[in-house]
């Protein structure tokens, strides 16, 4: 409740000076033969994607794992992200670690592997697309995106260089639940970046269509060079399904190309579309999950396999 109360705070702080009669008028006015396809073809690239996605990532990293076989913790995290998304990674978390007998510290440091790339993809995209379309924001500020792509590959370095010599350094390097870190490869970050990157690309395209469906033209440069900010406050773990700042982004970002009611509408019925389609993915697939969970819990979960796993991790 407190989160939604956040959200929605968000929401009425941006909608104060607009009147209820203006917002609902723009709403029946949206083309929802654009709109709802849109949104749904959104959905299904976030979907689909981030199954394959996390099949490969705990299949590089931990035990072979399949499209199939990610389906239904994927749905689960779907569903829990209509809490936020810190709470949805716990059913990754859990998936793995029941399925897969990997410590729990060592499953959510994966994830943060993969969000490690994610941030690459998106201060490379922003970076990119912002100097093609001169906006100024990018134009100002280049030097941040790109000194935090710096600090990164930093971090890439050093674990890909092996054991380093200095003994605090060698401690964090030895880390059991940093073994995404410690083990990828170059081919792995850019297969993991070569899923990803198709997935962010496909939502600049997406929003593109969503404006269309409630009259906003802008320019498609301009359209993908602000996706990676919208992706990014969309993003944060504070609200459901970037419910007040991906209003806020939007409202701000494209405010020269329609109304504050306009955007504002399309804004919002975004994330109800978010909300409604993942709504049947708890009275479904993620149900199954869960079930699954409740007997294995009953079975008695394998301790000897998870201590077997944790020493593994501490060998490698």
Request: hydrophobic residues 55%; positive net charge.
């Amino acid at each position: 409740m407190a989160i939604y109360g956040l959200a929605l705070g968000i929401i009425y702080y941006l909608a104060r000076d607009v009147p209820l009669n203006q917002l609902f008028a723009n709403l029946r006015l949206a083309r929802l033969w654009i709109f709802i396809p849109a949104c749904l073809g959104s959905f299904a690239i976030w979907f689909i994607g981030e199954t394959l996605l996390y099949s490969r990532l705990f299949t590089y990293f931990h035990s072979k794992t399949s499209f199939r076989e990610m389906i239904w913790p994927n749905a689960a995290q779907y569903f829990l992200q209509l809490v936020n998304l810190a709470v949805a990674g716990s059913a990754l978390v859990l998936f793995i670690h029941r399925r897969k007998a990997v410590p729990w510290l060592a499953g959510g440091m994966t994830l943060l592997f993969q969000a490690f790339i994610d941030l690459q993809i998106l201060l490379l995209f922003g970076l990119m697309a912002g100097l093609a379309d001169n906006y100024w924001l990018v134009r100002h500020y280049w030097f941040v995106p790109a000194a935090l792509l710096a600090l990164m590959w930093l971090i890439v370095w050093f674990f890909s260089r092996g054991r380093p010599a200095w003994r605090p350094l060698r401690w964090l390097y030895d880390r059991p639940s940093l073994i995404s870190f410690r083990q990828a490869s170059w081919a792995q970050y850019g297969k993991l970046a070569a899923i990803r990157a198709p997935i962010f690309a496909g939502q600049g395209v997406m929003l593109y269509f969503q404006m269309m469906g409630f009259g906003i033209v802008a320019p498609v440069a301009k359209v993908l060079s602000y996706t990676p900010i919208v992706l990014l406050f969309g993003g944060l773990p504070i609200t459901p399904v970037g419910l007040g700042p991906l209003q806020a982004v939007l409202v701000s970002g494209f405010h020269a190309f329609a109304t504050k009611a306009n955007l504002l509408a399309m804004a919002l019925s975004i994330s109800f579309m978010n909300i409604i389609f993942r709504i049947p993915m708890g009275l479904g697939s993620a149900g199954t999950f869960a079930r699954e969970v409740v007997e294995s819990e009953r079975e008695g979960f394998p301790e000897k396999a998870w201590r077997s796993g944790y020493r593994q991790a501490r060998r490698q």
